[in-house]
């Protein structure tokens, strides 16, 4: 007698991770982080970023000079998609966010957790861009293996604490008007009449280096960046950009052809853009390592 077999369904996975939109996710990423957007405020008009307006508008924006700023997502956001994940049947949730000593969306990412029914971890990146999105791709990955809420938040602090992240801006205005860089520095950068090399170091934007034309700033990206990928055990990369597509690819093209290493291009998260403006490069060096978590 031939007994049926029943056909179950595949549990729901446990643990879920989530990330926001300065993250710079690829476009129809697979078995992603679940995405919260910023805002952007464009006058009195609001979008979500991602959402219902592209960097590359956003960029065109800045560039003529319209007054455009932006805002964390409120607490409330958070909640939400929360409670959609515990409906799908998540136990807890780990949520991975822009440097805290950049914007408050950490904060407002904890708030909801302390009122979430289920168990939610608030981790701050201490970075951004691919820095916080290779990251928040590993803890994910983490998490569909099965492992604890610990382990992936660890596994996204062990990611994170690995991320370069330089970018080259033509002017230090917009981080001095948004207050992401001091006023002695922005003047000094304008001042000297050069094209600053920042990075993020432990979660703040830093003046590293001055070059003194565009050209300039891309080669010693390129040269930055090698070193970091040769020191990595395992590394990944993202050029982003912000109103500068051509220049992004060239320059992602010669790393490539430097280190072999496979490059992602994708443009600045407009929450990012905003405040370093436009013709922006960066490169993101960041080492997956030994899956230990």
């Known amino acids: 007698m031939r007994t049926r077999r029943r056909h179950s369904r595949p549990a729901p996975q446990e643990v879920r991770v989530v990330t926001d939109s300065t993250a710079c996710l690829p476009s129809g990423l697979p078995g992603g982080p679940v995405v ?57 949730v780990v949520s991975v966010h ?45 998490a569909a293996a099965g492992a604890d809420a610990a382990h992936v938040a660890a596994r996204a602090i062990e990611v994170a604490g690995t991320a370069n992240a330089m970018f080259v801006v033509d002017t230090l205005e917009h981080l001095r008007r948004g207050g992401r860089l ?36 891309a080669e010693r990206l390129l040269e930055l960046a090698a070193g970091f990928v040769a020191q990595a055990q395992r590394p990944v990369v993202a050029v982003h950009h912000f109103g500068a597509h051509d220049r992004a690819l060239a320059l992602a093209g010669r790393l490539h052809t430097r280190t072999r ?10 929450v990012l853009g905003v405040h370093v403006g436009p013709g922006t490069l960066a490169v993101v060096v960041v080492d997956l390592g030994d899956h230990k978590h």
Request: charged share 20%; with cysteine; hydrophobic share 45%.
């Open 182 to 217: 001091s006023g002695p520095a922005a003047a000094l950068g304008t001042v000297l009449g050069v094209k600053p090399i920042l990075r993020l170091s432990d979660g703040a934007v830093e003046l590293y280096q001055r070059v003194r034309t565009r050209a300039a700033g």
């Open 261 to 270: 290493a496979e490059v992602e291009v994708t443009p600045l998260s407009a």
């Open 98 to 142: 822009l440097s805290g000593a950049l914007s408050g969306t950490v904060g407002a990412a904890g708030t909801a957790a302390a009122r979430s029914p289920l168990q939610v971890r608030a981790v701050d990146s201490r970075t951004g861009a691919a820095g916080l999105g290779f990251a928040a791709r590993a803890a994910a990955e983490c």
């Open 36 to 92: 919260v957007p910023l805002r952007v405020l464009v006058g009195d008009e609001a979008y979500a970023e991602g959402e219902d307006i592209t960097p590359e508008r956003l960029a065109e924006l800045v560039s003529a000079g319209e007054l455009v700023t932006t805002s964390q997502p409120p607490p409330e956001a958070f909640a939400s998609v929360y409670r959609s994940l515990g409906e799908q049947g998540a136990r807890s």
